[in-house]
């Protein structure tokens, strides 16, 4: 039990978390440390939402509100995280969600399915098929679900499938708060920030953003000012941390 008090307690609480779910078989031990890596990204940019973030959040809510078949990709770290802030997102963007596994398990998906499910998110779900360009069981998705999407919503993604779907002409909206990373590349919009200060942003935009101005802000959109800016920020701490 970490105390409320403790000055680094949401990162605590967070691990705590992500620990239980990789013991409970919903989180992959992989994930464990795809969560590290963020964690230091986060810490570069003092741990909050910068305001180019937060215009990337809107952007990526006007994307969501304008797409013709929009869908949430959900993961062992997201189902981990954010269980109780996808149903919201889903709500207010009108979106499917879909469980898609980089370390894919048929017992892995539905455990995720279920955690998702006991908190109100209505799945895309049937038999998946290899449909995406890539080798392996990565090459799965379902057909009604992230295949025919024209915007994909991908929360801490592999890069090898970002630009897989990129490749399929599709309109990728990446959560990642490594802006060097191949998924922060090769994603059409970069969120650089964390998962949990995303997704509950996203969801308020897409509550509030009026039609006019989410058609004007997605034909708008230039994702290597997004990328630039958050080098620049982490740049910019950096310099001043021994101040
Ligand atoms: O559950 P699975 O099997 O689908 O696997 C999920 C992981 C995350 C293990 C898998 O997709 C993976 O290996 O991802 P990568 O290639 O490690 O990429 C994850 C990216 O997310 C990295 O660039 C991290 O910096 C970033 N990241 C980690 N935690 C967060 C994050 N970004 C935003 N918020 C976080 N909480």
Same mark, same amino acid.
């Given at each position: ?53 937060? !215009?990337? &959040?809107?952007? @990526?809510?006007? %994307? #969501?509100?304008?797409?013709? *078949? ?5 993961? /062992? ?45 209505? !799945?895309? &779900?049937?038999? @998946?098929?290899? %449909? #995406?360009?890539?080798?392996? *069981? ?5 057909? /009604? ?53 995303? %997704? ?44």
């Amino acid at each position: 039990m970490i105390p409320p008090e403790h000055p680094r307690y949401r990162s605590l609480f967070a691990r705590e978390r992500l620990a239980r779910y990789a013991a409970e078989g919903i989180v992959s031990l992989e994930g464990l440390s795809a969560h590290g890596r963020g964690e230091a990204f986060d810490y570069l940019l003092g741990e909050k939402t910068t305001a180019s973030a937060l !215009l990337a &959040e809107k952007t @990526a809510a006007a %994307l #969501l509100l304008t797409a013709r *078949d929009p869908v949430i990709s959900v993961n /062992g770290n997201t189902a981990g995280l954010a269980a109780e802030l996808i149903a919201p997102l889903q709500e207010k963007s009108g979106a499917k969600v879909e469980v898609n596994l980089f370390h894919r398990t048929e017992e892995r998906i539905k455990k995720i399915s279920r955690l998702l499910r006991d908190h109100g998110v209505r !799945l895309e &779900e049937g038999n @998946a098929e290899r %449909l #995406l360009p890539l080798s392996h *069981d990565r090459a799965l998705c379902q057909r /009604g679900g992230i295949y025919q999407a024209d915007v994909i919503l991908v929360p801490l993604e592999d890069g090898d499938r970002c630009q897989a779907l990129r490749e399929m002409g599709k309109t990728v909206i990446a959560i990642d708060l490594n802006p060097l990373s191949r998924t922060a590349r090769s994603a059409s919009l970069t969120i650089v920030d964390e998962l949990t200060r995303a %997704l509950p942003n996203l969801t308020s935009f897409c509550a509030s953003l009026p039609r006019h101005e989410a058609e004007a802000l997605a034909g708008s959109l230039d994702n290597t000012r997004f990328l630039a800016d958050a080098l620049e920020m982490m740049k910019e701490g950096l310099s001043h941390a021994m101040d």
